[in-house]
């Protein structure tokens, strides 16, 4: 079974702390993805990485910053946290680039006082 | 707007009664999945459906797709307490490059 790790379930930060959330993947998937989900809104993309060392934005990508230096590891960088970055964090993998299906990491709720 | 929206936002029902979501999508895809999540986890996929199927089963899953109505239906029969999670879509649009969720349908099932 694909197994996606996400370093914290729960995280309390003060506003202008630098916050690191990690995503490791023991599948060997080319892809991985980071959203937040929040009431009402779904998932939104933030990040994604088709390599190691590749990334592209997805659609929300202000205020974040992402590495992959090795392919098993997916990293979301929150540079100064806001209070708007309270949210759940969720981290995923995929063999394919959009067709397969996406593994998920139990998630990070994240809470910025 | 979002690709993906489900219908209704949420839904109770009694266990063994049938429970039936429905997702609407704006533009071509190349597929529709849909997925589980059960209170505060990450999401779990249970099927895909290409956009040459109509329909696809797996054990007590029904999805339909109908690509001229933009709209795909997720049925669960027999429901189970256990089914009680958040339901979400997700469509690869045909020209895009990455899924696009919906805001998801809230299942109850009482027991």
């Known amino acids: 079974d694909v197994k996606v790790t996400q370093s914290s379930r729960y995280l309390v930060k003060r506003t202008g702390e630098k916050v690191f959330l990690e995503c490791v993947q023991d599948m060997d998937h080319e892809n991985m993805f980071w959203y937040r989900q929040d009431p009402g809104l779904g998932l939104r993309l933030i990040y994604f990485s088709y390599d190691v060392k590749m990334k592209e934005k997805g659609d929300i990508p202000e205020g974040y910053s992402v590495s992959r230096e090795k392919k098993e590891r997916f990293s979301l960088i929150l540079e100064s946290a806001s209070t708007n970055q309270t949210s759940m964090y969720l981290c995923?993998?995929?063999?394919?680039?959009?067709?397969?299906?996406?593994?998920f990491g139990p998630g990070t709720r994240l809470t910025v006082l | 707007s979002q690709q993906g929206e489900e219908d209704p936002q949420a839904l109770s029902i009694q266990e063994g009664e049938n429970a039936t979501m429905n997702c609407s999508y704006k533009?071509?895809?190349?597929?529709l999945q849909w997925y589980r999540q059960n209170s505060g986890r990450g999401l779990v996929h249970l099927i895909l459906?290409?956009?040459?199927?109509r329909e696809k089963h797996s054990g007590r899953l029904r999805v339909t797709l109908d690509t001229s109505k933009k709209s795909s239906s997720l049925l669960i029969t027999a429901s189970r307490a256990a089914d009680t999670a958040s339901y979400f879509c997700a469509t690869d649009a045909a020209y895009g490059q990455n899924f696009v969720f919906g805001p998801g349908t809230r299942l109850s099932v009482l027991p």
């Open positions: 995923a993998s995929s063999f394919t680039r959009s067709t397969d299906t996406q593994y």
């Open positions: 533009t071509s895809i190349n597929n």
């Open positions: 459906i290409r956009s040459n199927e």
